[in-house]
């Protein structure tokens, strides 16, 4: 059974940083695509960032770009994401997505599994 479990979230005041992680286990994930959402609260869950089986590939909501670097480390099956000169608004809960296939997707319907999310808060 695969297992995706997010850390790393906590309280920030607006402009600080924090690092997510997405530890896999279960089966290797090394070979699909990796996304992370988000949800705020009264709000859809939103794409934020996803990237390719090999890592070479990106892509960030409009929003993030500049401020948030998504990574992988396939050998230790894990995914990050670096959120700098974080803001009020990109408080929400923060869930990593692994897709069914290495296609490069951003829908949440190409997701397979999902963490059970992680919660970030920023003060302003």
């Known amino acids: 059974q695969v297992q995706l479990v997010e850390s790393g979230g906590g309280l920030v005041q607006a402009g600080g940083s924090l690092r997510l992680s997405c530890a896999a286990s279960?089966?290797?994930?090394?070979?699909?695509?990796m996304d992370w959402f988000r949800q705020a609260p009264g709000k859809e869950r939103e794409f934020v960032a996803v990237?390719?089986?090999?890592?070479?590939?990106?892509y960030y909501l409009d929003s993030v770009k500049g401020r948030f670097t998504i990574s992988r480390d396939n050998s230790k099956n894990t995914m990050y994401l670096q959120m700098n000169s974080l803001k009020p608004e990109d408080t929400a809960v923060y869930y990593c997505?692994?897709?069914?296939?290495?296609?490069?997707?951003?829908?949440?319907?190409?997701?397979?599994?999902w963490g059970k999310g992680t919660l970030v808060t920023v003060s302003s």
């Open positions: 997505a692994a897709a069914k296939t290495a296609a490069l997707t951003r829908d949440y319907y190409d997701m397979e599994y």
């Open positions: 279960g089966r290797t994930l090394s070979s699909v695509t």
């Open positions: 990237i390719s089986w090999s890592g070479a590939t990106t």
